[in-house]
């Protein structure tokens, strides 16, 4: 990806992060959000992804409720990724809108957040985060 269209992307992640409330950006103090372009080959093979833009988001780490029973671990990190949010903000005729560019890096932080705090891949679904 290039530098212009990863600075675009950053910018609409600030931008995105700008309009959520408080109380969820000050999470982001406690656990680190990475934007990457794309999932890395051992995250693909964990979740079984075959394509580099067919994962948005990743949650690492144990997540919050967890956390005084679990074993030294890697560090907690929410990642999202560009290719994968690109791609969702494009339609099937190759239209990109800015709208759902903005809408999708809203869900996908919001779904690995609620990931960090033990809500499970169904339960996100079934709340309209999935």
């Known amino acids: 990806m290039n530098q212009r269209k990863r600075d675009f992307f950053?910018?609409?992640?600030?931008?995105?992060?700008?309009?959520?409330?408080?109380?969820?950006?000050?999470?982001f103090d406690e656990i680190p959000l990475h934007v990457e372009d794309y999932p890395s080959k051992n995250i693909r093979k964990l979740k079984k992804i075959k394509y580099i833009?067919?994962?948005?988001?990743y949650?690492?780490?144990?997540?919050?409720?967890?956390?005084?029973?679990?074993?030294?671990?890697?560090?907690?990190?929410?990642?999202?990724?560009r290719y994968?949010?690109?791609?969702?903000?494009?339609?099937?005729?190759?239209?990109?809108?800015?709208?759902?560019?903005?809408?999708?890096i809203r869900?996908?932080?919001?779904h690995e957040l609620g990931h960090y705090h033990g809500i499970s891949e169904k339960e996100i679904k079934k709340i309209?985060?999935?």
């Open 59 to 81: 949650f690492s780490g144990v997540p919050i409720g967890e956390q005084l029973h679990a074993q030294p671990h890697t560090p907690t990190t929410i990642t999202i990724f």
């Open 84 to 104: 994968g949010i690109f791609a969702l903000a494009t339609d099937k005729n190759g239209n990109f809108s800015l709208k759902e560019l903005r809408r999708q």
């Open 107 to 110: 869900i996908t932080i919001l």
């Open 53 to 57: 833009d067919d994962l948005a988001g």
């Open 10 to 27: 950053d910018k609409q992640v600030e931008y995105v992060l700008n309009k959520l409330p408080e109380s969820v950006t000050q999470l």
């Open 128 to 130: 309209g985060y999935g």
